[in-house]
């Protein structure tokens, strides 16, 4: 008898978060996904996430769970990591705009960096030995990397500028 392995995401109804959700309940996993549809606050209505959450609950079916969690919130991150004891977690939620960034900078600081904490705090506390991944958009750099060239392929597009070949620096 095999163990369901079990995965949580955060911002699982976000464009990143939903795709890990997809893939990993593809392979078998169970998904416990935290999304409390902050996009829409940051951003209003036409940013709302509602429509992904749904989408996953009637794709996935038993394989989704939905937690209407905040990461900001410690204690109940706590008593989440505590009831779900995740075998890997996925950190996708995030306020993504830079240039939202700059004026809200409270709101983007108590997102980014203390709900990140949060929700390693939480992992550490419950003694899970899992992995942590943490995911984040391009447009935390804000639009430069909008400024590489780029070549159409067959399938998808390609770096064409060969300064990035290995890749693309931070700065």
């Not at 008898?1 to 911002?11: A, E």
Request: aromatic share 8%.
């Amino acid at each position: 008898c095999m163990m369901v392995k079990r995965l949580l995401v955060t911002g699982s109804s976000g464009l990143i978060g939903s795709e890990v959700c997809v893939h990993f309940a593809s392979k078998g996993w169970k998904i416990h996904g935290i999304d409390n549809n902050q996009r829409e606050v940051f951003f209003g209505q036409g940013g709302s996430t509602r429509w992904m959450q749904r989408r996953l609950s009637d794709t996935l079916g038993e394989s989704f769970v939905h937690h209407e969690v905040d990461i900001r919130d410690r204690l109940c991150m706590l008593d989440l990591m505590n009831e779900v004891r995740p075998d890997a977690v996925v950190h996708t939620a995030a306020q993504p705009s830079h240039d939202r960034a700059a004026t809200i900078p409270f709101q983007d600081f108590d997102t980014n960096a203390v709900g990140t904490l949060n929700v390693l705090e939480a992992l550490k506390r419950v003694g899970a030995d899992s992995p942590f991944v943490h995911m984040s958009t391009n447009k935390v750099y804000g639009d430069r990397p909008n400024l590489i060239s780029l070549k159409e392929g067959e399938t998808r597009w390609e770096i064409a500028d060969p300064e990035f070949a290995d890749g693309i620096p931070e700065d």
